[in-house]
């Protein structure tokens, strides 16, 4: 029982990562300085309003994909860039 809640957690962890790695262009990324809980938070409910459900494990890859292009096209149109 302890297998999917750490598959989802994972997957949620993965997917965090990937979307700050990808939408990063308008800060210096300094490896050394880790993001504060209010950052993580902000990006959950980013990628939530994206339609990313960490729950839904079934449909993982494709979700978390679909969901990070959204936000980075998102984080892109505030920052004025075109994609």
Do not use: F, H
């Not at 079934?58 to 096209?73: D, E, K, L």
């Amino acid at each position: 029982m302890k297998l999917i809640p750490r598959m989802v957690l994972g997957a949620l962890v993965g997917a965090v990562c990937v979307s700050s790695a990808l939408a990063q262009t308008s800060r210096v990324y300094d490896q050394n300085k880790p993001k504060t809980r209010a950052e993580v938070k902000a990006d959950l409910i980013e990628w939530r309003n994206a339609g990313y459900d960490p729950l839904d494990w079934i449909n993982y890859p494709s979700n978390a994909i679909a969901a990070g292009r959204i936000v980075a096209q998102r984080r892109a149109q505030a920052q004025g860039v075109q994609q």
